[in-house]
């Protein structure tokens, strides 16, 4: 067994102002939400497809809702639907935490459908751009994780980057969310802007779909470092439910991807 690296233990509250607590956790959130909102905001100033950065700004209290709402439905569906259907009233206590990126995401596409459905517009075009700035979320979400000791990663005695967090019994782990930070968060935002400039972002639907394969391969890689939820575990041969839960998602992004490149690209400025 190498020696683990030391968990840098981090207070969760950030700061209190009087009785009201401030979380690193509620603070990634809103990072990621006022980051990506910034970027969209720039992106949607080429005007394709006539998307313009107003259409961008009046959705961020949509996406808010989206995500919130989404990621929270999403954990008591997925991740521990047994509990909270005899706890009916525990799954308002989102303070306690529990979230799902696969509820949040799916969160923001209805929010996105009708948003779009309201304002006629494509609601290929605003997904794209937002998609593509996404992965800032993902970052900040994986950083909080990491502070709080949470979903941490199997046990890996010689692993050079394990370490023991307080949460997880005595033998040291991967850090497994620094990797999904690097993947999800760096990595990702790194693949979704070349693509952006590349041109994706005027083929609808291109950037949608490169974020679903991206991010489902990410996660589906970093499950094999993340240790399962408790009160799932693992399934059918080892399967994590983050990766059922990510293949349809590869899947469904390829498709999308396909459909972008049999149709000719959008000019910037179209109004």
């Known amino acids: 067994m190498t020696h683990p690296l030391t968990f840098p233990v981090i207070d969760p509250v950030a700061f209190a102002i009087g009785p009201i607590a401030i979380r690193w956790y509620a603070l990634a959130y809103i990072a990621g939400l006022i980051g990506g909102w910034q970027l969209a905001t720039r992106l949607a100033r080429k005007r394709i497809g006539g998307l313009a950065p107003l259409d961008v700004d009046d959705f961020l209290a949509w996406a808010t809702l989206g995500v919130v709402l989404g990621g929270r439905i999403g954990y008591v569906l997925f991740y521990n639907f047994d509990y909270y259907l005899g706890h009916p009233l525990d799954a308002l206590k989102v303070w306690h935490g529990g979230m799902s990126f696969h509820g949040g995401f799916l969160g923001v596409v209805v929010a996105v459908l009708l948003y779009c459905r309201s304002r006629k517009l494509n609601p290929f075009l605003l997904g794209d751009i937002l998609v593509t700035v996404a992965p800032i979320g993902l970052f900040f979400g994986r950083l909080a994780n990491f502070v709080n000791g949470e979903l941490f990663g199997r046990i890996a005695p010689d692993a050079p980057f394990a370490m023991v ?106 109004a």
């Open 165 to 270: 967090f307080p949460n997880g019994g005595p033998l040291p782990r991967h850090p497994s969310q620094l990797y999904q930070a690097g993947m999800e968060g760096i990595l990702l935002f790194i693949l979704m802007i070349v693509a952006w400039r590349l041109g994706g972002g005027r083929r609808p639907s291109f950037q949608f779909g490169l974020f679903l394969i991206g991010y489902g391969c990410a996660r589906i890689v970093g499950e094999l470092f993340r240790q399962p939820d408790p009160q799932i575990g693992y399934l059918w041969g080892g399967i994590t439910m983050g990766q059922i839960l990510s293949l349809p998602m590869v899947l469904l992004g390829a498709a999308l991807v396909a459909r972008a490149l049999n149709r000719p690209p959008l000019p910037v400025g179209d």
